[in-house]
């Protein structure tokens, strides 16, 4: 007896859930939508996002005319330098880096090679555009590692015949590895990001619109005569939600970021649809409590923007925790999306398992709960 | 054109936006929250980066190295571990960023003049926080080798500390960073991202305008009444262009206040060009206006066609630098890009009309070319 009960209320679940996927294949734009998010929005994000000095156009005051300031100038190359040429003087390179027409203007001083061989030290200036700070940062960076170069190796050329190699010199050398991203590519980074952001925002949107659309044909009312609960009600559509997201999520992931990016996946790609899955169960909650909130499918696309600030915001894609304020970063303990993040990379890229992951995955289950209680709460509330 | 009907027009609307209240909020609120979840979100500053420590030599040195990265305030030190195999679980889980392994026999080895190799382990997920980190890295040890060298040299060859650092280091790179001095990042990324809300919200608000009529079926009564089309087209945008350029405002003041960021430009220039910008991609919201007929579509499609230029191809987060030559041009298609070298050229370069000039009719030039073709392509009497 009791397990029939039990099997009706699946029945009918299934039977909602069904009658919410045809809904959703029958809508031409939220189709269209889903689509685009899944491949060309995350294809463009991870494609067009790209940190990296590449080409930085330099022009050069050279005051010397020597062989060691030719040797020096001829050492920024590309990929990360483009030598666009000389020019004569500072007014020149004033005008220019206005302009924005060059990035940085190299500056080497009188007698430059005169004071390199009688061993006095010697300052070479470089103007660094930082309007943009990325690439000022890089740029400083870079030309610093050249400078540092050629001084060394003129000091070794100095200092060689007596001393000889490196070996015997009391030196340090700088074995660094980077690890999970060793070409430093910007795509793996940035498209895995945006797919995660997508996943938020179908997941706030699929399950509201789904409700509202109800509320704005009025067939919310036939639903309240039906013999259906409350829960009965809500559950369909977020199922069906996330089925449709969690195959979206495997398209993009398996049709696009792995074969354009070259991903290769560390961890268990089981293990992150199962986290996957459940954050979409978090996030739903909070597409409930907008349906509640909202009148119009119009509304709900407000509020889904709206609420996607803070999200984002504390989720720690674009500054990592501890580049953040204390009580910014006290406050991402209470966004979903920073348990995703998190996890997303350290599964796919880092090749984490779960037992590293065991705190963040108890967050995300416990936020989950409280989140889609209150949705449901709200829905019920307002329903019944 | 009849003045009175356009009035009467743009009053209707100023009233419909005041009284629907959900729209009232989003047209003030949504531009700030995007400006200040963008601006608090995307910081470039590489600070306080956590790491771990192997001290496998635990000498005077080896502590007076560690202590270069421990007393940095680009470093957060995390604490020591007892094995290599530590560190796998604390960077997988991002505790730390970054762990460095000093070697047995350090100190030794660099007393007697040899040289010893330190390794570091860099988190590349993200590249650009990787590339950063490990640039500090070098130049703390390019650092500590100089003044060893230098130490060296005074003991083995008889010169004094002085002389002997000049031959270790004979060529210095003395960066100036223009514009920017500080290098915040912040300032570049708040002055930048005048141009991304005003490429956003204008379009999004004038697109609503139209379509709301259209959904509403209210857009019949125009079409039946005797306004012209360029008079409809007028009235409705008048209220918007006011409510973007009280935004403009609010947004320079946040700017500055908030992100504390100079203004060294023409005020008066900016704000000029600035109305331009607004005229220009609310053209961009008439033409999605005239494609869709819901609402939800046209809040999509704006997010979509201007989110995404003004991302990717305005140079805020992918400088027009490093593009390859198709993309560059196609940036140079997009008036995202002038607007932002009007914005920081304005903001921290202190650039005027007579070098921006080009931009601003670059803007006019777009701003006209969209109003156009909308006023074309708008009809009274909808072909179907």
């Given at each position: 007896?009791?397990?029939?009960?039990?099997?009706?209320w699946?029945?009918?679940?299934?039977?909602?859930?069904?009658k919410?996927?045809?809904?959703?294949?029958?809508?031409p734009?939220l189709?269209?939508?889903i689509?685009?998010?899944f491949?060309?929005?995350?294809y463009?994000?991870?494609?067009?996002?790209?940190?990296?000095?590449?080409?930085?156009s330099?022009?050069?005051?050279?005051?010397?005319?020597?062989?060691?300031?030719?040797?020096l100038?001829?050492?920024?190359?590309p990929?990360?330098?483009?030598?666009?040429?000389?020019?004569?003087?500072?007014?020149?390179a004033?005008?220019?880096?206005?302009?924005?027409?060059?990035?940085a203007?190299l500056d080497?001083?009188?007698?430059?090679?005169?004071n390199?061989?009688?061993?006095?030290q010697?300052?070479?200036?470089?103007?660094?555009?930082?309007?943009?700070?990325?690439?000022?940062?890089?740029?400083t960076?870079?030309?610093?590692?050249?400078?540092?170069?050629?001084?060394q190796?003129?000091?070794?050329?100095?200092?060689?015949?007596?001393?000889?190699q490196?070996?015997?010199l009391?030196?340090?050398?700088?074995?660094?590895?980077?690890?999970?991203?060793?070409?430093q590519?910007?795509?793996?980074?940035?498209?895995i990001?945006?797919?995660l952001?997508?996943?938020t925002?179908?997941?706030?949107?699929?399950?509201?619109?789904?409700?509202?659309?109800?509320?704005?044909?009025?067939?919310?009312?036939?639903?309240?005569?039906s013999?259906?609960?409350?829960?009965?009600?809500l559950?369909?559509?977020?199922?069906?939600?996330?089925?449709?997201?969690l195959?979206?999520?495997?398209?993009?992931?398996?049709?696009?970021?792995?074969?354009?990016?070259?991903?290769p996946?560390?961890?268990?790609i089981p293990?992150?649809?199962?986290?996957?899955?459940?954050?979409?169960?978090?996030?739903?909650?909070?597409g409930l409590?907008?349906?509640?909130?909202?009148?119009?499918?119009?509304q709900?696309?407000?509020?889904?923007v709206?609420?996607?600030?803070?999200?984002?915001l504390?989720?720690?894609?674009?500054?990592?925790p501890?580049?953040?304020?204390?009580?910014?970063?006290?406050?991402m303990?209470?966004?979903?999306?920073?348990?995703?993040?998190?996890?997303?990379?350290?599964?796919l890229?880092?090749?984490?398992?779960?037992?590293?992951?065991?705190?963040?995955?108890?967050?995300?289950?416990?936020?989950?709960?409280?989140?889609f209680?209150?949705?449901?709460?709200?829905?019920?509330?307002?329903?019944? | 054109?009849?003045?009175?009907r356009?009035?009467?027009?743009?009053?209707k609307?100023?009233?419909?936006?005041?009284?629907?209240?959900?729209?009232?909020?989003?047209?003030?609120?949504?531009p700030?929250?995007?400006?200040?979840?963008l601006?608090?979100?995307?910081?470039?500053?590489?600070?306080?980066?956590p790491?771990?420590v192997?001290?496998?030599?635990?000498?005077?040195?080896s502590?007076?190295?560690?202590?270069?990265?421990?007393?940095?305030?680009?470093?957060n030190?995390?604490?020591?571990v007892?094995s290599?195999?530590?560190?796998?679980?604390?960077?997988?889980?991002?505790?730390?960023?970054f762990?460095?392994?000093?070697?047995?026999?350090?100190?030794?080895?660099?007393?007697?003049g040899?040289?010893?190799?330190?390794?570091?382990l860099?988190?590349?997920?993200?590249?650009?926080?990787g590339?950063?980190?490990?640039?500090?890295?070098?130049?703390i040890?390019?650092?500590?080798n100089?003044?060893?060298?230098?130490g060296?040299?005074?003991g083995a060859?008889?010169?004094?500390?002085?002389?002997?650092?000049?031959?270790?280091?004979?060529?210095?790179l003395e960066?100036?960073?223009?514009?920017?001095?500080?290098?915040?990042?912040?300032?570049?990324?708040?002055?930048?991202l005048m141009?991304?809300?005003?490429?956003?919200?204008?379009p999004f608000?004038?697109?609503?305008?139209?379509?709301?009529?259209?959904?509403?079926?209210?857009?019949?009564?125009?079409?039946?009444?005797?306004?012209?089309?360029?008079?409809f087209?007028?009235?409705?945008?008048?209220?918007?262009?006011?409510?973007?350029?009280?935004?403009i405002?609010v947004?320079?003041?946040?700017?500055?206040?908030?992100f504390?960021?100079?203004?060294?430009?023409?005020?008066?220039?900016y704000?000029?060009?600035s109305?331009?910008?607004?005229i220009?991609?609310?053209?961009?919201g008439l033409?999605?206006?005239?494609?869709?007929q819901?609402?939800?579509?046209?809040?999509?499609?704006?997010?979509?066609i201007?989110?995404?230029?003004a991302?990717?191809?305005?140079g805020?987060?992918?400088?027009?630098?490093?593009m390859?030559p198709?993309?560059?041009?196609?940036a140079?298609?997009?008036?995202?890009?002038?607007?932002?070298?009007?914005?920081?050229?304005?903001?921290?370069?202190?650039l005027?009309?007579?070098?921006?000039?080009?931009?601003?009719?670059?803007?006019?030039?777009?701003?006209?070319?969209l109003?156009?073709?909308?006023?074309?392509?708008?009809?009274?009497?909808?072909?179907?």
């Amino acid at each position: 007896m009791n397990s029939n009960r039990f099997l009706l209320w699946w029945d009918r679940v299934i039977a909602m859930t069904v009658k919410e996927l045809k809904q959703l294949f029958r809508d031409p734009v939220l189709l269209a939508i889903i689509v685009y998010f899944f491949t060309a929005d995350v294809y463009l994000a991870g494609e067009g996002i790209k940190l990296n000095l590449h080409n930085a156009s330099v022009m050069v005051i050279d005051h010397d005319h020597s062989a060691a300031s030719r040797e020096l100038i001829y050492r920024f190359r590309p990929p990360y330098f483009d030598l666009k040429g000389e020019i004569s003087g500072k007014k020149e390179a004033e005008n220019l880096l206005n302009k924005g027409k060059v990035l940085a203007v190299l500056d080497i001083p009188e007698h430059f090679q005169r004071n390199l061989l009688r061993g006095k030290q010697v300052a070479v200036q470089l103007q660094v555009d930082t309007s943009d700070t990325v690439l000022g940062t890089l740029a400083t960076s870079y030309a610093a590692q050249i400078t540092a170069d050629f001084g060394q190796d003129f000091a070794m050329q100095e200092l060689g015949p007596v001393t000889g190699q490196t070996d015997n010199l009391p030196v340090i050398e700088d074995r660094h590895r980077v690890l999970y991203n060793p070409n430093q590519i910007d795509g793996w980074f940035m498209s895995i990001s945006e797919l995660l952001t997508v996943i938020t925002i179908l997941s706030m949107l699929l399950p509201a619109a789904a409700a509202v659309r109800e509320k704005e044909r009025g067939t919310i009312e036939q639903l309240a005569v039906s013999p259906l609960t409350p829960l009965q009600i809500l559950l369909p559509k977020v199922i069906a939600m996330s089925l449709v997201i969690l195959l979206g999520t495997a398209v993009c992931l398996f049709l696009i970021i792995i074969p354009a990016f070259h991903l290769p996946v560390k961890g268990s790609i089981p293990l992150f649809f199962a986290v996957t899955a459940l954050y979409v169960f978090a996030t739903s909650g909070i597409g409930l409590f907008i349906a509640t909130a909202s009148r119009t499918l119009g509304q709900v696309t407000m509020l889904v923007v709206l609420l996607m600030m803070p999200i984002l915001l504390l989720s720690g894609v674009w500054t990592p925790p501890e580049a953040m304020p204390q009580g910014l970063r006290w406050a991402m303990t209470f966004s979903p999306l920073y348990y995703l993040t998190e996890m997303s990379y350290a599964i796919l890229l880092k090749g984490a398992d779960m037992y590293i992951l065991k705190d963040l995955l108890l967050g995300l289950t416990l936020l989950g709960i409280a989140f889609f209680s209150f949705g449901v709460w709200r829905f019920r509330r307002q329903f019944g | 054109m009849n003045l009175s009907r356009v009035w009467a027009v743009a009053y209707k609307e100023w009233r419909e936006v005041l009284r629907d209240r959900l729209f009232f909020t989003m047209a003030f609120v949504l531009p700030l929250c995007i400006f200040l979840v963008l601006g608090w979100g995307i910081s470039f500053d590489v600070e306080k980066i956590p790491f771990a420590v192997l001290d496998q030599d635990r000498t005077a040195m080896s502590r007076d190295f560690l202590h270069r990265f421990i007393d940095s305030r680009y470093f957060n030190y995390k604490g020591d571990v007892r094995s290599e195999r530590e560190f796998d679980a604390l960077l997988a889980h991002s505790d730390i960023r970054f762990a460095i392994v000093i070697p047995p026999k350090f100190q030794e080895r660099l007393l007697a003049g040899q040289s010893t190799s330190v390794q570091s382990l860099i988190d590349g997920v993200f590249p650009y926080r990787g590339q950063v980190t490990r640039s500090y890295v070098s130049g703390i040890i390019a650092n500590f080798n100089r003044q060893s060298l230098a130490g060296y040299l005074t003991g083995a060859r008889g010169l004094s500390q002085e002389q002997a650092l000049s031959r270790v280091a004979p060529v210095l790179l003395e960066p100036r960073y223009l514009y920017n001095q500080a290098l915040r990042s912040q300032w570049s990324m708040a002055s930048g991202l005048m141009m991304l809300v005003l490429m956003v919200t204008p379009p999004f608000l004038t697109a609503l305008g139209v379509v709301r009529e259209k959904e509403n079926g209210s857009i019949y009564n125009i079409y039946a009444s005797t306004i012209s089309r360029s008079e409809f087209i007028l009235g409705k945008f008048l209220p918007y262009l006011l409510i973007s350029c009280l935004n403009i405002l609010v947004l320079w003041w946040v700017v500055m206040n908030v992100f504390g960021t100079p203004f060294k430009g023409d005020p008066l220039f900016y704000y000029a060009a600035s109305v331009i910008y607004v005229i220009c991609t609310a053209g961009v919201g008439l033409l999605v206006s005239l494609l869709v007929q819901t609402q939800v579509a046209a809040i999509t499609l704006t997010m979509v066609i201007s989110f995404v230029p003004a991302m990717l191809y305005s140079g805020l987060l992918v400088p027009i630098e490093s593009m390859e030559p198709g993309t560059r041009f196609e940036a140079h298609l997009f008036p995202t890009l002038y607007y932002l070298r009007i914005s920081w050229g304005s903001f921290l370069k202190g650039l005027g009309w007579a070098e921006l000039w080009f931009e601003v009719a670059a803007l006019m030039l777009y701003a006209v070319i969209l109003w156009v073709v909308g006023y074309l392509n708008f009809h009274k009497r909808p072909r179907r």
